[in-house]
């Protein structure tokens, strides 16, 4: 099955997914090549490509139930591509339910190494989807861990916690996966992981509360053994912070 793309019919094509100009020359399937690059990515873990139809027409029916509640008009041309690019959102923010996806990145590209001190990466902002409400929440990652006899580059952590947040997850478990998956993938001697979380299920509904942080933790490994290490990590979670603020 192919992802149909649909184009401008103005005379310089606009990607759908980013809004850049394309060139009839380079045109992806009516997309850029960096975001036809990350689609066909995005689909290579989805089990289902059908599944993409579904997802256009339940953005149509969705459109028409706000009709017959409040009016809105599905015909209006601000929703001409909506069912399309709705259904492309809900695949880049999902295809690290597969957790295959997340796993690639680390055992791809581990590498030996003989050091035996704390590695800690700080304010890595993800976003995933409540799977309670299915909007947007906003999580600032921490992973440290102690490496056995394999390391993995940095922008690899930041992009494996991107990659496991894209998912319709809750926070706690996301937590949990972070902390399990890294240990798992790398043979580290140890992993901490806090997340900070900022919920538009509880920001924009319901109670209105855009100021509350949900906070979680886990801890596996030597990180439960050495207090000193974890205070080690703590006081360097401080430090970045006073850092930062300054």
Not at 116 to 128: E, F, K, M, Q, V
């Amino acid at each position: 099955m192919t992802v149909k793309t649909s184009k401008t019919t103005d005379a310089s094509l606009r990607c759908p997914g980013c809004g850049a100009r394309i060139e009839e020359s380079a045109d992806f399937d009516g997309m850029c090549e960096m975001c036809h690059c990350k689609l066909r990515t995005e689909i290579e873990y989805a089990n289902d490509l059908s599944g993409v139809k579904l997802l256009r027409d339940g953005v149509r029916m969705m459109l028409d139930g706000l009709h017959k509640l409040y009016g809105i008009d599905p015909d209006d041309a601000n929703f001409k591509d909506t069912p399309e690019r709705v259904a492309r959102l809900m695949m880049e923010m999902n295809y690290g339910t597969n957790e295959q996806a997340a796993k690639d990145i680390l055992t791809s590209s581990a590498f030996p190494s003989s050091y035996t001190g704390l590695i800690a990466s700080d304010n890595i902002r993800c976003y995933a989807l409540c799977p309670h409400h299915m909007v947007v929440v906003q999580l600032d990652v921490n992973i440290a861990y102690v490496p056995g006899p394999r390391m993995v580059g940095l922008s690899k952590i930041a992009r494996f916690a991107e990659t496991l947040a894209a998912s319709m997850i809750l926070q706690e478990e996301y937590t949990h996966r972070l902390a399990s998956l890294f240990k798992e993938c790398t043979d580290a001697l140890g992993v901490g992981v806090i997340v900070v979380g900022k919920h538009n299920c509880v920001a924009a509904r319901g109670v209105k509360k855009p100021d509350v942080d949900n906070i979680t933790s886990e801890l596996n490994g030597i990180f439960m053994m050495n207090s000193s290490l974890k205070q080690e990590w703590m006081d360097l979670v401080k430090m970045t912070k006073m850092l930062r603020a300054n």
